[in-house]
């Protein structure tokens, strides 16, 4: 019955998903709110658990070709654990130093890690977008994010 990778693959999705759903389905209900808080994640939630039926129904035969493909090589692997240490060390000091110092430092060291030379270009992005996001979510959404050490 699974005798291809995107059918096996399918099913994992679609469990993710619908466990996705559960705790969507979870979120508390604001009476006074136009759109509720839920309902971007159960569209989310709905939408993953289509894609896995597309994927669990695709016809395609996965050639030698497309298993070469899906190989990745140790260096790969090793940056993909090296970011994902970054990001956990990112969500760690994000309340305690702040969001626009945090956001800032790790996009910059991120992306001198990946190998990016442009660094006054990716000084000049890293801090304008944590600027520009920090003001978009404190002043225009009025939704806090956390400031830290920085005093606004």
Do not use: W
């Amino acid at each position: 019955m699974l005798a291809k990778t995107n059918q096996k693959a399918a099913l994992v999705v679609a469990l993710i998903a619908v466990v996705y759903l559960l705790l969507s389905f979870n979120l508390p209900v604001y009476s006074n709110a136009l759109i509720d808080a839920d309902v971007i994640p159960k569209g989310l939630g709905f939408l993953l658990l289509f894609f896995a039926l597309l994927l669990y129904l695709d016809k395609k035969n996965e050639t030698e070709a497309d298993k070469e493909k899906r190989k990745i090589s140790k260096k790969h692997v090793i940056n993909l654990l090296v970011v994902a240490g970054m990001i956990l060390i990112y969500i760690f000091l994000l309340e305690i130093i702040g969001f626009v110092l945090m956001t800032t430092v790790f996009i910059f060291v991120c992306s001198l890690y990946l190998d990016y030379k442009h660094h006054v270009t990716n000084i000049i992005t890293s801090v304008v977008f944590s600027l520009v996001i920090y003001g978009l979510f404190n002043y225009l959404l009025k939704i806090n994010l956390p400031a830290g050490i920085l005093p606004f």
